[in-house]
């Protein structure tokens, strides 16, 4: 199968991906097979359905909206490259590339790249703004019916209140990033894939 | 201090040496057998218990004395002669008393030692106690001529290291520890296989080599046995002193969860070099090999297996014991010591055992029990194995202090020395780079050297060394000998220097923080995001995995294992309320201080300044004892006629912080009982995702439709409110949010559904008050809600007024400076906004309310308890303000009066269709010489009294 997949991949596409996402070669060549293997249709792009379509996302309770942040703005369709650059959110931030020189631009798995994947994910009309509304909706998605909606109000307003720093009641990508500073996101966003 | 450690060594040299005559014959010390090893034990088991379970030899048993000779004490010389008035009873009380003479002075130890705060930052605690283990070695050396005590290793087996491990085990930080557990057990497995076997063939091959002086009769096997014991780093020696050094806690877990997971290794290799020593090394054969490695399976795995089922017996009793609350601790220390007893009784993993034991009921065990309980467990585990590790460690220090143990061997002791340095770091190094081919984030060099430095040898070391047979081993001695020497300085050498050297190689330190409730819920989504990105990119990773596991969890095991109240609620719910017990509990402790502006401010917010250290200090204790009690069974234990005895300001408080909690416990069994499928969750998540994957597939046009379905769901909202009136109002008056929002929405979309609503929050406030006394009922009725009004026990609730006047009063920046209750605290409106929004009630009783609610009876009433007395301007407008601010908060903001009014006016019709002229405000039964402060009366509720924790819970959102 990786053979077959890598056949289609064009070894300039490889480079370009490769310095684009900083993802190794073999790395590529393997989310490619299983980029080929969700795409059902054969069109060299998926649509939220091939996404759908895999069972674990479907009991995630972020998982549809993990799939919509795939996907442009208003396009229905994701192409390997956009694929990968989603992927690339998620890659562990190695040495050699924190003292990499800064003028190349800042890397698709950056700390700041990888608080604003969450970030948009609550953040439904990109109004660069959590409202309250957005994060009950992603509040409510996370636990269930257990718990009431007022619960989950006081949860949420509590929430903002706590990040919010200009009492515009929202919070915004700055509050973001400035509430979860302590947290150690580089690596509470990264996952490990295989070489 | 010293004359006092004086006083206290030679009382412990009179009861050494009195205690070596009773039991003893009445030889001269120096006569008996000065060498005499302890009892042999058989090679297949180190330690059996019926040899140390003896009664009365724990802890003072001597070091020669065998175990035999303790009971002869009866024909002590000192009861000669007549009929005496006083009596000297010494045999009587012997053993007890020397316990309790040790535990005194090792407890006035830590004392002493804290007195010093400059020394002790520099000087950890574990070399001052061997420090002070060797004067009082020496000193009773003086005084016997020969050393009574030693560490004992049936004692330390048997009691001093399970009440370390235990405590270790149950607190070990769950997430943390999995998540290393790669590393973790490379580490212990890998790690110590490699110290031991290169170490005693090393040994072997310098002994060869003519280094070490030929009076140490070793062989192979015995520097194997030897390399084997002193290889594994300790569990209470790293404990003792990263404690004190605060490394950020992955590096922490990491050498710990070393230290615990190795004693698997550790005793597998002992035994089966003591077995192979016994037969000699000629006669073993190549299926002993097999054993050997079948044998550490078994003991590792097992033990494991022991310390997982005792976990779920522990777990499941626990759910059982809401009628004994008092039992629940020492069901805990029971079940958690039996799986360390078990393991043992099978010559298994004992630490194994316990650790998984620990760590696998911790979660189920802490949100069956009680909040008391929680406490008492806490604080007796520490207390236990903070005195477990004072008394190892100064017996460390007397048992080095022993002329039958100093059989030096200058080139044993320094080839061992640098052997199990050197060995250390090149395992490390070589592990951590295999590691780090699999770890997500990779330990880098700073880490290893820590790593490497902090691979401390303890007690376990030793007290294996001392069980050795020396007649077997000839070589007992000085192996005795050099394990003290590596064990003093890898403890007092590395554990002195290893807090500058952490500090000079700028180690990221832990810090002491609790998440906040954003972090709390990102991270959460965090976790579910790699988990969608895992299964996206068809990886099963380790967060595929967690995730398997957690499903597993819920459906099955949280089932089984937790009370039906407790398995209802959310992590994230319990998460916020703590947080919020957090901020009330330091509020409230600043309440004593004196309150200015700048402090003003919730610890928890990230983006404002904390608390000064000191006031953390007691509320990190305090905090950790006082996490929320959801459960409802606590409330029960509470007589309700007790409360009327309190005074009205209890009452109030009472009344209104412990209804919410009943209620949500009955709308939890009410909703939940019945549902309980195994897949429910999935289903949930999967039919919400199914609706609107069909909801996306209708409409193109992704964000319209949201917004759409946005609206949708805010009708949708609307309408159950309007349906259900009991749930999502039930405690409304405890939202100090809700008010904020809801109405903001109303107001935008559609002021005129307000109406109706307002009605239902009208009948609902008061239902809040209400529930305590029927929590089953569904507080539906008006009538009910009048009752409440007119029973004087239960006075209407301050948040109610405070929740009126403040979250979005203080946007609007109209109110004056707030003079509040409790007193001499000046609230600047500008801090209003940060303070209101979790804060409440105190509060907002004393500020100026708005217009109509001073006449509110309930407000007159807790003006009464803790402010300047309020004209009470007559009950005619009993609840109907009140309700209508809370529901109209944003209305405010621009027709403040107009608006109030308005409501005011619509609503009374409406109530008092429904319901009897209000009953004439309750008169100020207590007056203001009764006033209470009612800071310390909060806090007596959140520290003290566990039963209301749920209501404190929601109380610091007033607060």
Redesign the interface.
Known sequence: MGSRASSLLREEDIEEIKKETGFSHSQITR?YS?FH??DKGENGALS?ED??R?P?????????R?I?A?FPE?EDQVNFRGFMRT?AH?R?VE?NEKNKDPNAGEPLNSRTNKLL??FR??D???DDKIS??ELL???R???????????L???????I???D?N?D?CISFS?FI??????D??????????? | MLSLTLVLLVSAACEASTDLYVSETPLPPELVRSAVSPVPTPAGSPYTAEEYGHPGIALARSADEPASATDSGESSHHHGGGYKIVQWEWSYVQTPYIIAIWLLVASVAKILFHFSQRFTTVVPESCMLILLGLVLGGIVLMANKKQLYQLDPGLFFLFLLPTIVGDAGYFMPARLFFDNLGAILMYAVVGTLWNAFCTGFCLYGVKLAGVIDDKVEAGLMEFLLFGALISAVDPVAVLAVFEEVHVNEMLFIIVFGESLLNDAVTVVLYKVYISFVEVGPGNVQTADYFKGVASFLIVSIGGTLVGLIFAVILAFVTRFTKKVRIIEPLFVFLLVYLAYLTAELFSLSAILSMTFCGIGCNKYVEANISQKSRTTVKYTMKTLASIAETIIFIFLGISAVDKSKWAWDTGLISCTLIFIFVFRAIGVVGQTWVLN??????L?KIDQVVMSYGGLRGAVAFALVVLLDGEQVKAKDYFVATTIVVVFFTVMFQGLTIKPLVKWLKVPRS?N?KP????E??????D????????????N????WR?KWE?FDKNYLSKLLMRKSVY???E??EA?QK??IRDAISVIDQGGNVLTSARLS?P????RTSFPEVTNVTNYLRENGSGVCLDLQVIDTVPGAKMEEETEMHRALAGNLYKPRKR?QS??SRH?MTVGEKE???R???Q???R??LE?FKSTR??RH??DR?QK??KG?DAK?QESSD??????SW????P???PVEFENEKNEQSEPEKDEDVGITFVARKAPETPKERPKSVPAALDVCQSPAIVPPSPTCGEKNLPWKS?VGTLPPCVSVEATKIIPIDLQ??WN??ISSLESLASPPVPLEPQHPRVSALSRLGGPPRPLSTGSVPAPPVTGQFQFPGGKDEEEESALSQQQQEIQPLMSSTRPPPPPPPLPAQPAGKRRNPCVYLRSLVTASPPGSEPHSRGP?QL
Do not use: C
Not at chain 1, 56 to 64: K, M, Q, S, V
Not at chain 1, 178 to 183: F, H, I, R, S
Not at chain 2, 604 to 607: E, I, L
């Open positions: 989310l299983r293997s969700l939220r996404f759908q895999i674990e996302l479907a009991i995630n309770p972020l998982g549809d993990i919509n795939f208003g992927l998620f562990p040495d994947f969450a994910l609550y439904l009309d990109r309250r509304d909706q992603v509040l998605m996370m636990v269930g019916v257990n718990i009431s909606d007022e619960q109000g006081s949860i949420a307003d509590r929430t209140q706590e990040a720093t009492g009641m509050e400035k509430v979860l500073e302590k947290v996101v580089e690596q509470k966003m990264s996952i490990r894939f295989l070489h | 081919w699999f770890r997500l984030v990779p880098d810090t923080r906040t409730i954003n972090e819920i990102h991270e959460r989504a965090f579910h995001i790699l988990t969608a990105v895992e299964d996206i990119a068809g990886l990773g380790y967060h595929h995730d499903q209802r609620k959310s994230l719910w916020y947080i919020n919730l928890s917010m990230a983006s949500y709308h939890y939940f429910k969750q999935d949930e998540i999967f919400r995702n199914m609107t994957r996306n992704y964000k949201k917004k946005s769901k805010r909202s409110e749930k999502p109002r039930r405690n409304v939202q100090d949010k809700d904020v929002v809801v946007g906004q940060a929004q979790s959102t």
